[in-house]
């Protein structure tokens, strides 16, 4: 259904690198990106999973992806996947921060290892990611791109999992805060937040599992969990020159879930 929105040499030739772009949303990400003519580079820990999304990719959509290993938390690691993908297409245009982790647990019983391990990987990664992607962001004869994936749960805090709550909340400031400082770098810095998507391990951890998925599906005034094709779609569009006014900015895709307080 979505495939013929955009113009099919929208991104060509652009570089792009996607964090956890093996699964879920990151891996329609990905997959949209690809077919809009960018150069994607996905990267996380599990070489398995890189590799099989990667054979999917080749196999049903006809795309050409490439996959590095890499753990977001190690600063280091970071430096040299994303100076490897620049120094394999010439550049990098379009760094989007998806990996992430997360659980459920009451912050009475939350240990500090628990807090620091999604802290880690959301804020710190996404720093690390967005630090070392800079320079060849500034040098993007496009104009660089960041888009962040957060949740509008970071907006209201998180009752159950504030640990993913402030780190999506951190990561929305540091996109604010480089809007504004690499802005005159041609660089826009943006964040999607998703509300419940449908078929991610996300919502059948947080609901599906929990016997929670109707009642989240009731609190959404669409009437439905979404699609990750639309967060893909939003991407596409973010990253494009339809895009080139838009940073600092949240795009909240929801269903409207985040305003449904009730009449
Ligand atoms: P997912 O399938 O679990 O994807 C998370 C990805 O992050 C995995 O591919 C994982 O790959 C990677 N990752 C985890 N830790 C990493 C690390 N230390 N270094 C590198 N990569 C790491 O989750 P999803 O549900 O599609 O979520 C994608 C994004 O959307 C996340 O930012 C999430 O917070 C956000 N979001 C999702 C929903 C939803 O309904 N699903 C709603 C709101 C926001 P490896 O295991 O291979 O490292």
Redesign the pocket.
């Known amino acids: 259904m979505t495939d013929n929105l955009f113009q099919a040499d929208l991104l060509d030739g652009r570089v792009a690198l996607v964090?956890?772009?093996?699964?879920?949303?990151?891996?329609?990400i990905s997959r949209r990106l690809a077919q809009l003519g960018a150069k994607v580079t996905?990267?996380?820990?599990?070489?398995t999973?890189?590799q099989d999304a990667c054979e999917r990719f080749r196999r049903d959509d006809d795309l050409d992806i490439a996959w590095k290993r890499?753990?977001?938390?190690?600063d280091g690691q970071v430096k040299m996947v994303i100076d490897e993908v620049a120094a394999a297409h010439g550049g990098l245009d379009i760094l989007i921060?998806?990996?992430?982790?997360?659980f459920i647990c009451p912050t009475a019983e939350l240990s500090p290892n628990g807090w620091c391990a999604v802290i880690?990987?959301?804020l710190n990664?996404t720093f690390y990611c967005c630090r070392h992607a800079y320079p060849y962001l500034q040098a993007s004869q496009s104009g660089g791109r960041i888009i962040?994936?957060?949740?509008?749960?970071a907006n209201t805090g998180w009752p159950g999992a504030a640990h993913?709550g402030a780190a999506?909340a951190g990561i929305q400031s540091l996109m604010r805060a480089l809007a504004v400082e690499w802005g005159n770098d041609g660089i826009r810095a943006n964040f999607i937040?998703?509300?419940?998507?449908?078929g991610?391990?996300?919502?059948q951890k947080?609901y599906e599992d929990l016997g929670r998925s109707e009642e989240m599906r009731a609190q959404t005034p669409i009437g439905r969990?979404?699609e990750?094709d639309e967060?893909a779609n939003a991407v596409a569009y973010l990253a494009s020159p339809a895009g080139d006014y838009i940073t600092g900015a949240e795009l909240a895709i929801?269903g409207g879930r985040q305003w449904n307080f009730g009449v």
């Not at 996905?42 to 070489?47: D, G, K, T, Y």
């Not at 921060?97 to 997360?102: E, H």
């Not at 962040?148 to 749960?153: F, G, L, P, Q, Y």
């Open positions: 964090t956890g772009g093996a699964t879920g949303i990151g891996q329609a996905i990267a996380s820990r599990n070489p999973a890189l890499l753990d977001v938390r190690e921060n998806n990996a992430a982790g997360n880690d990987i959301d990664g962040s994936i957060s949740t509008t749960r993913a999506k937040s998703p509300g419940p998507i449908a991610t391990v996300g919502v947080l969990f979404g990750a967060i929801d």
